[in-house]
């Protein structure tokens, strides 16, 4: 099946500068389909509260109503929903620049990358918990390369074929969801041009 990607336009920054819906993507994109009231329950809202949010999520092609289930009573069916697309891109430098979008953008980028981080603690926290055989498994690395900007895009361009190709395979025996994170930028740190 092929990638579903969506890059964000402005309407649709600035619906997802949120942290209710920056939460709601996280637990869909973990957890697959998921009903309002379970979506509630785990985040701490009430069902309305999420299903506005669902619904605005949804008018901006990033959520969609999954697959029903078979809820309790005679004829009634659970309203799951899931994400629409498989990866979401935003093209942070562009909204930082534009005045109508500065704010929205900057949310963003600051809650996902501080999303990444909570995710990461968690696991260091926890990774003794783990299966030996998951320990072995993880990795934690990081570098300093020195790239110009067309060899700093090749790299980029070569992580994310690398974690697609990866998205495709089969899961094997015992799989989890795997996070898998990193960022390429220049640094402040040294000489600069």
């Known amino acids: 099946m092929p990638l579903r990607r969506k890059e964000l336009d402005a309407p649709a920054l600035k619906a997802l500068a949120h942290p209710l819906r920056v939460q709601i993507l996280r637990t869909l994109e973990v957890r697959g389909q998921v009903s309002v009231?379970?979506?509630?329950g785990e985040l701490g809202e009430t069902t309305g509260a999420v299903s506005y949010h669902l619904r605005q999520l949804a008018r901006h092609g990033l959520?969609?109503?999954?697959?029903?289930?078979?809820?309790?009573?005679?004829?009634?069916?659970?309203?799951?929903w899931r994400m629409a697309v498989d990866e979401i891109h935003i093209s942070g430098h562009a909204f930082l620049a534009d005045e109508d979008t500065r704010e929205a953008a900057g949310f963003l980028l600051r809650e996902f990358e501080s999303s990444r981080s909570r995710r990461l603690?968690?696991?260091?926290?926890?990774?003794?918990?783990?299966?030996?055989?998951?320990?072995?498994?993880s990795s934690d690395m990081d570098?300093?390369?020195?790239?110009?900007?067309?060899?700093?895009?090749?790299?980029?361009d070569e992580l994310k074929a690398v974690l697609d190709r990866y998205?495709?395979?089969?899961?094997?025996?015992?799989?989890?969801?795997?996070?898998?994170?990193?960022?390429?930028?220049?640094?402040?740190?040294?000489?600069?041009?």
Do not use: N
């Open 37 to 40: 009231t379970g979506l509630a």
């Open 63 to 80: 959520v969609e109503e999954g697959d029903p289930e078979q809820g309790t009573g005679v004829g009634r069916r659970r309203r799951l």
């Open 121 to 137: 603690a968690h696991w260091f926290a926890t990774a003794t918990t783990w299966p030996e055989e998951w320990q072995q498994a």
């Open 143 to 156: 570098g300093t390369l020195t790239l110009d900007p067309a060899q700093t895009r090749a790299l980029a």
């Open 167 to 193: 998205r495709q395979l089969p899961p094997g025996e015992g799989a989890r969801h795997v996070d898998v994170q990193y960022a390429v930028y220049p640094t402040a740190e040294g000489a600069q041009p």
